[in-house]
């Protein structure tokens, strides 16, 4: 990897300011509302993952920011430059943003060089060579440079992309599951790669993507969007231990949802009482959220709890456990512990705090 | 940044407020931002359908009627739906095995049998019709060849006169539609998956039942597709059956404009016609929906091939044989006739003095297919790419269904009320090939632009270039070869068209197709004839053979 900064325009304001504004976003087609107000901010140098399943908003958001649709309301501010609402417009090819596209959108008519260069305008040719070849050494790129896309590999046309977008010094970089097309060894590897370059390069980037798992290995933080709607944005470890929406609590990992009532400080459940951390009014009907790897299981012959099936997946056993009231509920184990379809085991949840939410 | 969140959206409750149950709408949303731009590029084509429907209103219901009445319309339509039909089922019964043959089979020779299926296209179908009228008439070629082997003289051997009437249009339509039907069910099964027939063999059918279960259901799309094209020309056609004296809807309407130029009663016989080709058209169109989704994905791989064993013999004899009806025969017609032309000289003066009206055909056939892409282009641009032409788009595609002949005197009688400076010019010629090939430009736009994903264009966009420049740096390049090759297409229909042209040609600004038809008409299928067609055949096949080149075999479908 080259020393220099790639992105020097990234780099000369204060760091913690926010690039990308977008405040109060909505979007509606038809008679559907793609996006019910999104509001977020991104400090320079962040690496943000827009996360969701598919309709929840994050293309119609990607296409706002880049100014391929128009909000109905709300403003994005780049750089402190209102580009959209409020009466302001400015067209997507003056907005200073980089994009990775799905599938690449490399021009197949043109070599890597030319894909590079293609977004370097108002330079001397001397001085767009320079940084082409700089972009594409960034990138490990250099030996391919005079190669047309369809004959690099999957992971080379992946990096072409990422150095078009770079090339220009975008103020933010936008990918559209940019691994989505790409197998699922090299997606990982790639991961990282992207991560260290942008890194390295001090880029504000954002991911649009629904794989929650690249979502975490890649982002600083991520927004949880469903319904048009940011639900929850927090770290990945926030968005696993505390989520404040039952959505995130289903959509992220794995979880069952156990009944309760608030009973001051306690939550009674059926697999015993939790502790009311958030505070929940006194009486309140709840679902506790339990995590496979938070339920513990004793064996125990009296005990209220059924193995009803096992899952062996190499690292860890899975079971399904069918309580008193019929309700099943999933518990990791480790390998060694085997318990078998039909043992009768005592369940406990681990004292740590456990989000519940009212019903 | 919450606070100020919210108040964007109270300044404008009708973002916030709960979506009000929609009335259902005719226009797209802000109807008259978007069509005031591409509208007026309809024009060519709106206004004689209109002009049309105006005519027709103002006749007097029953002169109308009675003059309907007078032209026997209603055993019209039974004498030419019978016409067409017949032609349909010979072009399918010669198109469809020759495209199963060669895309599927095992046949000796299939690339060139395959390159010879969208061949015929080159050839006029009017000039197919002078060929078999020279070689099939009473006192034609096989006529005098009969009499000289029995050595008797013409008139003392009897000799059916089959080609001029009825059937023998049906036996030259079916012939020349027959690359219609080859193309679509061709096209079909090469987008055909080969996974699908692997999955039936290993579900228990053999070869015959893949074939009859499999492939044969998936072709039927095609198969309509391909049958409505050559069923619609028979109605529309105006020179097969004018030079093979039958009598149809067209030569009725071309003889009401002779006798006496009565525009109310060409519209009176128009009408009918109209009709018919607007009904078959909507009737096929959620078929042709769904023979074009069937394309989408699919892939283009080839499967393992039948082979067919004792049958290849058989097989190739059909292929060789459908290849003399198609072009042996009439290409070699026009060959023997140019030797009764005596000398080379007396071929090349005749053919020298042929000059100004391939500079004619040229030049009106030119600028029409370049206006008509312009058109298409830009209204194709903007109904694929920015959601725009909602009501131009389709209005263009109207135009197909609009016969030449009927397009032709409408536009007489536009020109002449709104326009008189341009009537009896050629510009009347371009406007009626924009009506008439705005329908398979678009197409043409249509298809190159689906091979340049719109995420290239904004990829481009992204990078700094507006949205001229990134259609000019990526559109352009892309689409290239399909942008040419539209243009090729449209080029080759305008000059051999004659329906429309016949009516509207200046005074004294003959095409080449209406040279060989006047001629022709005038004194028969004879070797000056054979040289205009000769000469015609080759401009027409030029950029047939260039598109060939340029697009594979998806052409005219």
């Known amino acids: 990897m080259t020393t220099g900064p790639v992105l020097s325009r990234g780099h000369s304001a204060a760091q913690n300011a926010s690039v990308l504004v977008v ?10 509302a793609a996006l019910d107000g999104v509001s977020l901010a991104v400090g320079r140098g962040e690496i943000v993952a827009l996360l969701g399943p598919s309709g929840c908003g994050k293309t119609t958001t990607l296409r706002l920011l880049t100014g391929f649709e128009q909000p109905d309301a709300g403003t994005i501010t780049i750089a402190g430059r209102p580009v959209a609402g409020a009466g302001h417009w400015v067209p997507p090819e003056r907005r200073g943003i980089g994009m990775v596209f799905q599938e690449h959108a490399l021009f197949p008519h043109l070599r890597v060089v030319e894909n590079v260069a293609f977004g370097l305008r108002g330079l001397s040719r001397g001085a767009r060579t320079a940084r082409v070849a700089e972009v594409l050494d960034f990138v490990e790129l250099g030996g391919c440079a005079r190669r047309y896309p369809h004959e690099l590999s999957g992971g080379q046309r992946q990096r072409v992309a990422l150095a078009r977008a770079l090339a220009p010094q ?14 699922a060894d090299l997606r990982v590897a790639l991961r990282a790669e992207v991560r260290a370059i942008l890194r390295d390069c001090h880029a504000t980037a954002i991911f649009v993507t629904h794989d929650q798992e690249e979502a975490f290995a890649i982002a600083d933080r991520i927004a949880v969007l469903h319904r048009g709607r940011i639900v929850q944005c927090g770290t990945a470890e926030e968005l696993y231990d505390r989520p404040t929406d039952r959505f995130v609590a289903d959509f992220i990992g794995q979880a069952d949802f156990v009944p309760g009532t608030v009973h001051g400080a306690t939550i009674d459940t059926e697999l015993g009482p939790v502790l009311n951390w958030q505070s929940l009014p006194n009486g309140a009907a709840v679902e506790v959220m339990v995590r496979p790897e938070r339920l513990n299981m004793q064996p125990n012959p009296q005990g209220y709890g059924q193995i009803a099936e096992r899952v062996f997946r190499g690292r860890e056993l899975v079971y ?4 008193a009231s019929g309700r099943r509920v999933h518990s990791v184990q480790p390998p060694d512990v085997a318990f078998a379809p039909g043992d009768r085991v005592a369940v406990t949840l681990s004292n740590l705090p456990t989000p519940a939410f009212r019903v | 940044m919450a606070q100020e969140a919210i108040r964007p959206a109270v300044a404008q409750p009708r973002a ?23 509208l007026p590029l309809a024009l060519p084509v709106v206004a004689p359908v209109l002009y049309l429907v105006w005519l027709a209103s103002r006749a007097e219901p029953t002169a109308l009627w009675q003059s309907l009445v007078r032209a026997k319309v209603g055993d019209l339509i039974l004498q030419v739906n019978l016409l067409a039909l017949t032609a349909t089922l010979w072009a399918i019964l010669l198109g469809a095995p020759w495209a199963w043959l060669v895309a599927r089979t095992d046949v000796p020779g299939r690339a060139i049998f395959r390159w010879l299926g969208a061949l015929p296209l080159a050839v006029p179908p009017y000039v197919g019709a002078l060929c078999y009228a020279a070689l099939l008439a009473k006192g034609g070629i096989a006529h005098r060849a009969l009499a000289d082997w029995q050595g008797v003289t013409t008139r003392e051997i009897a000799f059916p006169q089959l080609i001029y009437g009825r059937w023998g249009a049906a036996f030259v339509l079916g012939i020349f539609g027959a690359p219609y039907v080859f193309l679509t069910v061709h096209g079909a099964l090469s987008r055909l998956d080969p996974a699908l027939g692997h999955a039936a063999r290993t579900l228990g059918h053999g070869p015959w039942g893949v074939f009859r279960r499999v492939t044969l259901p998936l072709l039927r799309p095609a198969l309509l597709a391909g049958g409505t094209l050559v069923f619609l020309y028979c109605w529309v056609d105006f020179g097969v059956v004018s030079l093979l004296r039958t009598r149809t809807f067209t030569t009725a309407i071309y003889n009401a404009l002779l006798a006496g130029f009565s525009l109310p009663s060409a519209a009176g016989l128009s009408l009918p016609l109209v009709g018919i080709v607007w ?22 791989g080839a499967g ?48 020298v003095s042929l000059l100004p009206f391939v500079r004619n055909s040229l030049l009106v056939a030119g600028l029409g297919a370049s206006a008509t892409l312009g058109i298409a282009g830009i209204i194709g641009w903007l109904r694929w790419r920015r959601r725009g032409g909602v009501l131009a788009a389709p209005l263009l595609q109207a135009g197909y269904a609009l016969p030449g002949t009927v397009l032709g005197f409408t536009l007489v009688g536009l020109t002449l009320t709104f326009l008189p400076r341009v009537y009896g010019t050629p510009v009347v010629l371009i406007l009626a090939y924009i009506a008439l090939f705005a329908t398979p430009a678009l197409q043409g736009i249509g298809a190159a632009l689906a091979t340049v994903p719109p995420r290239l264009e904004e990829a481009a966009r992204v990078l700094g270039h507006g949205s001229i420049g990134a259609a000019w740096r ?8 399909g942008l040419a090759g539209t243009w090729l297409l449209t080029f080759a229909l305008a000059l051999r068209e004659i329906a429309a042209t016949i009516i509207l040609r200046p005074p004294g600004f003959d095409t080449l197709p209406v040279r060989l038809w006047t001629h022709t008409m005038d ?13 015609l055949v080759g401009l027409v096949g030029l950029p047939w053979l260039a598109l060939l080149r340029l697009q594979g075999d998806d052409i005219g479908t």
């Open chain 2, 474 to 481: 990526v559109v352009v390049p892309l689409a290239g070869p």
């Open chain 2, 279 to 300: 009904a078959t058209l909507l009737l096929q169109r959620p078929i042709l929906g769904r023979a074009s989704y069937a394309q989408e994905g699919a892939r283009s």
């Open chain 2, 523 to 535: 004194v028969g299928p004879d070797p000056r004839a054979a040289v205009v067609a000769l000469v």
């Open chain 1, 170 to 183: 975008p103020t933010v970089i936008l990918f559209d599951e940019p691994f989505s097309s790409l197998d």
């Open chain 2, 304 to 351: 393992a091939r039948v082979a067919l064993g004792p049958w290849r013999g058989p097989a190739l004899l059909f292929l060789l044989g459908a290849v003399l009806l198609t072009l042996g025969l009439p290409l070699g017609v026009l060959l023997y006739q140019i030797t009764l032309l005596g000398s080379a000289v007396a071929v090349r003066d005749f053919a």
């Open chain 2, 16 to 38: 916030l407020s709960a979506p009000r149950p929609q009335r259902l709408r005719l226009w797209p949303r802000p109807w008259p931002a978007r069509l005031d731009r591409a």
């Open chain 1, 23 to 32: 405040d109060g976003l909505r979007k509606r087609y038809g008679g559907i």
């Open chain 1, 320 to 323: 399904s456990v069918c309580l």
